[in-house]
Structures are given as structure tokens and as C-alpha cells.
């Protein structure tokens, strides 16, 4: 498509919009003339000049509805979204003025509070393709991750036609072959012809479209990934810069469910290890061993199939075991020292490989088998110096090289491995390397058990340094943090008083060995000098420093000193390491939680300041508003009592949202008390009833109260339970429509829906005949932010923050909080209360 063509595409759709205007413009003057010249017929004493004043006064009547048909004869569809059946409206002729007219700042701002609402990735990423797509109209949106350590990227979000291509998610592809690597490596946003970008910079054309548009992801100083549009018209500036503001609000949060995901993920693999672990050592032959072996393997890192090699007689390696393969195997070739797959030189990795020689003999019987090879991990069984076998894994599910993570998961598995194809063999005696071997591994998994309820990164780095001078034995030992490239003591432990250090404070010694230890990421032995110690220990002969490091981030260093010049033999310090790269993992986490904790923390604090340093003005907006209402200051007209009324309903509005504020920031940071005592029901009950009766007779809704008279006192903060009530009884008048039902209820009860909470509650039920609520927002409606996507709940007002703050303050006072619904039938809100103790 050439520019001059590109010109005219982009101008036919302006002129239709511009004559469609002229066309309402004439038609508005013509009823206003008319209805001014039916006013001067109505009235026909008066001078003829006064159909000028009529004129003026119908064409102020009617401009609302003017501006109502220009909005709906000139905007997009309802949904935005592109359909195929349609032509894409052009959005060349759109100005920002034109974005800015329509609600692209509402969609800014419900996604800025949608992100802090979910850390679930599917969620997320729905969320933005649906709601980009609403108000950019496109072909098919995608969301592109870069894979971490690599240059690859794969989609989380692929739309197509309005339909999601779940088959293209996940699937890692170049980086540098596609426009979207461009938008990661540059992190600028890019908007161009598709085809002439592409030749360009020399990529393969492979979309069908003749525009392309894609904005990076930003987290923090990095970029993560591109907010991708195509379609067949181009796109403007106005809808670039909007695309920009989605992806940079929408980046850090994709990147944090990310990292929550990955987190997720190893942590359920941290789980599977014991499993697998267990299954292989309590095999009870070679015969149930292979399989064992590969089907924790599979669990580790899934692959569509995984193959056991062993060492055969003509010093190759021969299959022993398979496991996915969809058809019966024929024979397998062995394979000798010289194959891609084993060569010596990957003895201590895995190895990822995505080509094989054409002609080569196991891949061919791969195919032959039903899975042709595409990519493969190769994992040494190896045992000191000897590798007693291989695992290989076929095709794996993710076709990319193992992160740090996966590596250290299967060398853990190929320690258990090797010691389990030890075992297996004749019976070693007491004391051998395989035994000492599988005792070793069976107390790596007691640590993770204890490393797992660590909360913060000290803990877990005093937990770690106790078992590893119980292991070793040594004397004393220091844990020391990296924190801001130095060092930060977290524990110690055998050292006198007179050298013993400080918690938090600064090791009292030189930091080479720490940092050699830290850059190296292997343990550094120092043995003493003369009659210097080499530590901190007086008379220390031996000090061993063992760096903790996860994913190239230095976490910290574990020192150990022994009075012994032979202490820390290689096995020992070897298995120091493994000890070591268990804890790194916890030690991540916890400290992963106390940013978290932190960033809550600093988060809730701001709130409650900005929530403080807003009352005082909107006491002084209310207070002066409410004298100028009264006429303190003169005659108030009909049109400013008006807006005095608005300015005081808003104010009304601002100050429930700071209260509410206040109170979100008062419970997740454990600030908020309660002041328990006994309270009757029914004076509570009424005084909900009488702040809200002019709501509900104003709606004409039909109100049935059921609160029996010998409802006994119940164990609450009275404020609190009539801010919950008032909540639920006040939602239910929001959500259900002119003269229908709502229903109030208590009964006391045992307590049957909480066996471990009080005995004896009373239970309250809240109904309405409203809305409702459908089943697919149900799971959201206690969430923070919550707001519900139909138009019809979203037009009431509302902060989406009751039902959070409610379900807190019933949790805070022993009860429960449930709901029935159904959409456009209504909603049961059930909460339960203590009973108080007579």
C-alpha cells in the first residue's frame, strides 16, 4: 500500500464522519427552530422578537441530546473489538482529542487498580487484551515475554479474529526474527507499515496485516516485553499513545505475576523433588528403578518423552529405560563419547541442543518411534569423576536451555539418581559413598522443611548455618547478608563473647575472602598463616567460605572455622555447596516476602497520610458550602443551590472514599483496633435503618425486617458492625431497581459454618432482588478495586472497596462472610457475629 493510497483510505472515513456532522448540525437548528416557532405560536400576544429568545432557548434545551446522537452515530461499537464481518473503522481521522473525549481515562485508571488486585498472569493479560481491544480497534493482539536469560520470546496473550489462539501461547520463538524483539531491545514503542519494517531491517514477513503496532512492557529499568496490534489500516498518534499508557501501567504488573508464577512453579517442583526422591531410593530393583528415575526426571522438566542410557560393553552408551514414547521402539542405536548429546565436556550441566546431525542414528529411531526430534536436554549422572549414565530429555514442553533454577532441581535429581544406581549395585558396606550419599540427600530434605517456615532472610541464613556446623562440625560459624555490595552479619554461632559479632552489623574482618567467594560462586578453604586465624575464631586453622547465590544475585556468604589445619575435606565441602544451593532458594524467597511486606508497608502508610491530609479540606469545602447553602453570605438562586447540593454530594462521595481508604491501609498494616462489648442488635439495626431510609423510600423499595426481639447481646465493635451492615444494606439499595424487595434478618445460631470459631453466633442475612452478580465476577467480589465489567453496575457509583473492607472487619471479630447470587435475580449476603458470654 503505498502513502497516496494510505492517504486516501485514511481520508474517506473523515469525510463520512464529517458529512454525517454536517447532517446532525442542520437537523439540531431545524428542531430548534421549529419547537422555538411552536413556543411563539403558543404564545402569540407577545413581540415578534421574542421567537429569537424561544430560538435560544430550544437550542439549549436540546443540546444534550445532540451531543447524545453525535456520540452515537460517530464513536465505535459498543465492544470496540474488531469483527471480521466489518470494515475497521479508520482511525486515521481520530485525534487525541477524539480518545480523550471517549473513557480511555477511566480504562487508565480501572487498569492502574485492577493490577494490584490479582497476581494471577491468565487474569492480567485478559484483562489488558480485552480492554486494549476495546478501545483500539485491531486484527489480533498479542502479549510478548521476553524468556529470562535468553533471546527468545513466547506469547502469554494471542487474539485473533476475537478469538484466543491458545495453541500460540507459550511457545518460545527468536527474538531477533520477529518486529516485537525490536520493542524489547529498544524499549520504544514502534508503529509502521508491516511489510516495509519488516524488509527494513531484514526480517521474514509472516502476518497478513498491513499495519503493525507495538509498545514495550517496562518493569522497573528493564524492559520485559511488547503490547503488539495489527491490523490492515494504520494506526495514528493518538492510538500509539494510547497503546503506550496501557503497556506501561499493565508492564509491572505482567512482570510481577510473572515472577509470581515462576515462583509458583518452583516452588510445586521443590515439592516434587522429595516425591521423586523417595520413589527412586525406595525402588526395590533395577527393574522398577529406570522407570522411578525417569519419571521424576519427567516431573522435574516435562518433555514429551525421556530415554535412560546407561554404559554399555563397547564403552558407548545403550538405551535402558523410555518413558512418553507413543509407539513401541524398535531397537536403539548405541551411541558413542563423540555424540552431540554426551560429550565429556558437558559432564557437570545439562545440555540443551535444538539440531542433530541429519543422518543420526537415535534421533532417526526417536522418529521412528512417533516423536521426531526437536529439541533435547541431556542431563551426566555423574558421580565425582565418573558419569554412571544419562537422562535425556525429548522435546521438551518449553524448547529453551534450563535457567539456574532447572539446573539446580536436576542436579539434585542426578545426585539421587547416582546414588540410587550405586545402591542398586551389590550391597556396599557401612560408611561406603553411596550410603553416606543417600543420608546426605535424606538430610538436604529436612532442611528444605525448615527452610521453608523462615519469613525473613536472616532466619533462613541462621537455620542454614546450624546445619552446617552440625554437618561439619565445626566449632563456630558466621552467616553473613549481601546487602547493597556489602556485608550484613545475620547470625553467629560458637564464637566468644569478646568475638562474637554484632546482628546487622558489619563483619569485623577484611571482606576478600567473602567477595572472592561471592564472584568465584564456589567455596573458598583458607588455611591459617603462622599464628594468624584466618577467621574470626582465636586459634582457627581452617576457615571455609561458601558463597549463597541464586539466579547471578548474591545473597550472602556462610563461613565455618575450625581449629583443625585438615578440616573441610573435598566431600564435605561438596556437600557444604549442595547445602548451600538449597538454602539460596529459601533465602530468595524470604527476602522476595520482606520486599513484599516493605513495599506494603511504605504502601499503606502513604494512604493513611494522604487520607489525613485530605480531611481537613474537604471539612473546610463542606463546612464554607453548607453556610453559602444556608444564605450566609446572601440569596442562593435555585440554579447555584443546584451546585451547591452537587459540590456537597461529591464532597459526601470523596470523603466515604478516604474513610474507606483509611481503613483499607489501617488493616493491612495490623493497625486497626477494635473495642469490643457487649451490643444490642435492634438499636443498632435502627440506627443502620434511619441513615438509609431516605435511600430506600427514595427508590420505593419494599423493606420486611426480621430481627426478633430476644436476640441476645453480640461480642462486636459497635461502629464496625454498623459500617458492615450499613455496607450490605446500602449495597443492596445501590444494585436492585425502583420498587423492588430488600429483606434484613438475624437468628441465633450454632455455629455450623465455622466448627473453630465461637460456639454461638448470630447470623445475619442481607437480601436483595437486584442485579445480582454473574457467576464469572463471584470469586473477584471481595477483592480490592473490584468493579464489575457490565455498564449497568459500573454506572452506580461506587469505589469497589465495601465488600473488602467488610469482609475484614466480620474475619477481625471471629465470624464469616458468604453470598448467594444470581445474575439479574439478586443476592444473598450472609455474615456471622460471636454471641456474647452472659
Same mark, same amino acid.
Given at each position: 500500500m503505498n502513502s497516496a493510497d494510505d492517504r486516501s483510505s485514511a481520508q474517506r472515513p473523515r469525510r463520512k464522519s464529517g458529512g454525517l456532522s454536517i447532517v446532525l448540525d442542520i437537523g439540531y437548528l431545524l428542531l430548534a427552530s421549529g419547537c422555538s416557532f411552536l413556543l411563539w405560536a403558543a404564545f402569540p400576544g407577545v413581540h415578534p422578537a421574542a421567537v429569537v429568545l424561544f430560538f435560544a432557548l430550544s437550542a439549549s434545551a436540546l443540546l444534550p441530546l445532540r451531543e447524545r446522537l453525535r456520540r452515537s452515530a460517530l464513536a465505535p461499537s459498543a465492544s470496540g473489538a474488531f469483527s471480521p464481518d466489518r470494515p475497521t473503522p479508520d482511525p486515521a481521522g481520530l485525534s487525541a482529542a477524539d480518545i480523550a473525549a471517549g473513557d480511555s481515562p477511566n480504562l487508565l485508571f480501572s487498569l492502574s487498580q485492577f493490577m494490584h488486585s490479582t497476581s494471577d498472569l491468565g487474569i492480567l493479560s485478559e484483562l489488558v487484551g480485552t480492554q486494549t481491544l476495546r478501545r483500539i480497534p485491531a486484527s489480533s493482539l498479542r502479549i510478548a515475554l521476553a524468556e529470562p536469560g535468553a533471546s527468545f520470546l513466547s506469547y502469554v496473550y494471542y487474539s485473533e479474529s476475537g478469538c484466543r489462539r491458545s495453541e500460540r501461547e507459550g511457545v518460545p520463538f527468536p527474538g531477533d526474527e520477529d518486529l516485537a524483539g525490536e520493542v524489547v531491545r529498544t524499549g520504544r514503542t514502534l508503529a509502521a507499515d508491516y511489510s516495509q519494517a519488516c524488509r527494513e531491517r531484514g526480517l521474514p514477513e509472516r502476518e497478513p496485516y498491513a499495519a503493525w503496532a507495538g509498545a514495550p512492557l517496562p518493569s522497573g529499568s528493564a524492559v520485559v516485553g511488547a503490547l503488539v496490534l495489527l491490523r490492515d489500516t494504520p494506526f495514528s498518534g493518538a492510538e500509539r499513545s494510547l497503546l503506550e499508557s496501557i503497556a506501561?501501567?499493565?508492564?509491572?504488573?505482567?512482570?510481577? $505475576?510473572?515472577?509470581?508464577?515462576?515462583?509458583?512453579?518452583?516452588?510445586?517442583?521443590?515439592?516434587?523433588? %522429595? /516425591?521423586?526422591?523417595?520413589r527412586i531410593l525406595g525402588s526395590a530393583d533395577g527393574k522398577t528403578l529406570g522407570d522411578a528415575i525417569l519419571a521424576g526426571a519427567r516431573e522435574l522438566l516435562p518433555c514429551r518423552a525421556a530415554f535412560l542410557l546407561l554404559p554399555d560393553s563397547s564403552g558407548g552408551w545403550s538405551m535402558d529405560r523410555h518413558s512418553g514414547l507413543p509407539e513401541a521402539p524398535a531397537d536403539f542405536p548405541a551411541i558413542g563419547m563423540d555424540h552431540p548429546l554426551v560429550r565429556p565436556a558437558a559432564g557437570d550441566h545439562p545440555v540443551f541442543l535444538d539440531r542433530l546431525p541429519e543422518e543420526d542414528a537415535f534421533g532417526s529411531a526417536a522418529g521412528a518411534a512417533g516423536l521426531p526430534f526437536r529439541s533435547a536436554v541431556s542431563l551426566p549422572l555423574r558421580r565425582k569423576e565418573k558419569?554412571?549414565?544419562?537422562?535425556?530429555?525429548?522435546?521438551?514442553?518449553? %524448547?529453551?536451555?534450563?535457567?539456574?533454577?532447572?539446573? /539446580?532441581?536436576?542436579?539434585?535429581?542426578? #545426585?539421587?539418581?547416582? $546414588?540410587?544406581?550405586?545402591?542398586?549395585?551389590?550391597?556396599? %558396606? %557401612?560408611? #561406603? *559413598?553411596?550410603?553416606?550419599?543417600?543420608?546426605?540427600?535424606?538430610?538436604?530434605?529436612?532442611? @528444605?522443611?525448615?527452610?521453608?517456615? *523462615?519469613? @525473613?532472610?536472616?532466619?533462613?541464613? *541462621?537455620?542454614?548455618?546450624?546445619? $552446617?556446623? /552440625?554437618?561439619?562440625?565445626?566449632?563456630?560459624?558466621?552467616?553473613?547478608?549481601?546487602?547493597?555490595? #556489602?556485608?550484613?552479619?545475620?547470625?553467629?554461632?560458637?564464637?566468644?563473647?569478646?568475638?562474637?559479632?554484632e546482628a546487622r552489623a558489619r563483619p569485623p574482618m577484611d571482606p576478600a575472602h567473602f567477595s572472592k567467594a561471592l564472584q568465584s560462586g564456589k567455596a573458598v578453604l583458607v588455611r591459617s598463616q603462622e599464628s594468624v586465624s584466618p577467621g574470626l575464631l582465636p586459634g582457627g586453622k581452617s576457615a571455609l567460605f561458601l558463597p549463597i547465590r541464586r539466579n547471578e544475585q548474591n545473597l550472602g556468604v556462610l563461613l565455618l572455622e575450625s581449629g583443625s589445619a585438615g578440616a573441610f575435606p573435598p566431600a564435605e565441602v561438596e556437600f557444604l555447596e549442595r547445602l548451600a544451593s538449597h538454602a539460596a532458594i529459601a533465602i530468595s524467597n524470604a527476602r522476595l516476602n520482606a520486599e513484599v511486606r516493605s513495599a506494603n508497608q511504605a504502601k499503606s502508610e502513604f494512604i493513611s497520610f494522604v487520607a489525613h491530609e485530605l480531611k481537613t479540606p474537604m471539612t473546610s469545602i463542606r463546612g464554607y458550602t453548607d453556610l453559602v447553602a444556608q444564605g450566609a453570605v446572601g440569596p442562593v438562586s435555585q440554579p447555584q443551590a443546584n451546585f451547591l447540593a452537587t459540590i456537597r454530594l461529591n464532597v459526601d462521595r470523596m470523603s466515604a472514599l478516604v474513610s474507606d481508604l483509611n481503613d483499607v491501609s489501617r488493616i493491612e498494616s495490623g493497625r486497626l483496633k477494635l473495642e469490643f462489648s457487649a451490643v444490642p442488635l435492634a438499636p443498632a439495626v435502627d440506627e443502620v435503618l434511619e441513615a438509609l431510609r431516605s435511600q430506600i423510600d427514595a427508590k420505593e423499595q419494599k423493606l420486611t425486617l426480621e430481627i426478633p426481639s430476644d436476640l441476645p447481646p453480640v461480642w462486636v465493635d459497635r461502629g464496625r458492625l454498623i459500617q458492615v451492615l450499613t455496607n450490605l444494606v446500602s449495597n443492596a439499595n445501590k444494585y436492585t431497581p425502583p420498587h423492588g424487595a430488600l429483606r434484613i434478618a438475624a437468628e441465633r445460631s450454632s455455629n455450623r459454618w465455622d466448627p473453630a470459631g465461637p460456639p454461638e453466633v448470630v447470623h445475619f442475612l442481607i437480601q436483595d432482588s437486584g442485579l445480582g452478580i454473574s457467576l464469572q465476577e463471584q470469586k473477584s467480589i471481595f477483592q480490592k478495586f473490584f468493579r464489575s465489567e457490565d455498564g449497568t453496575v459500573r454506572d452506580i457509583p461506587g469505589t469497589g472497596l465495601g465488600l473488602h473492607i467488610t469482609r475484614n472487619l466480620v474475619e477481625m471479630h471471629g465470624g464469616r462472610i458468604w453470598f448467594e447470587s444470581e445474575w439479574q435475580k439478586g443476592s444473598t449476603f450472609h455474615f456471622t457475629v460471636p454471641v456474647a458470654s452472659v
Open positions: 506501561m501501567i499493565a508492564g509491572p504488573a505482567i512482570d510481577r $505475576a510473572r515472577l509470581a508464577g515462576e515462583s509458583t512453579r518452583v516452588t510445586e517442583r521443590l515439592a516434587a523433588l %522429595p /516425591r521423586a526422591s523417595r558419569i554412571l549414565g544419562w537422562i535425556f530429555f525429548w522435546n521438551p514442553l518449553r %524448547p529453551l536451555p534450563p535457567n539456574p533454577s532447572d539446573e /539446580r532441581m536436576l542436579g539434585e535429581l542426578s #545426585s539421587v539418581a547416582v $546414588a540410587a544406581l550405586e545402591a542398586d549395585r551389590p550391597q556396599p %558396606p %557401612p560408611g #561406603s *559413598a553411596a550410603v553416606n550419599l543417600v543420608e546426605e540427600l535424606s538430610s538436604l530434605q529436612r532442611l @528444605d522443611q525448615e527452610l521453608n517456615s *523462615a519469613s @525473613d532472610p536472616s532466619g533462613a541464613m *541462621a537455620i542454614t548455618l546450624d546445619w $552446617a556446623i /552440625r554437618y561439619s562440625e565445626a566449632p563456630a560459624g558466621l552467616a553473613v547478608l549481601a546487602v547493597d555490595g #556489602s556485608f550484613e552479619v545475620a547470625a553467629a554461632d560458637g564464637y566468644p563473647d569478646a568475638a562474637r559479632p
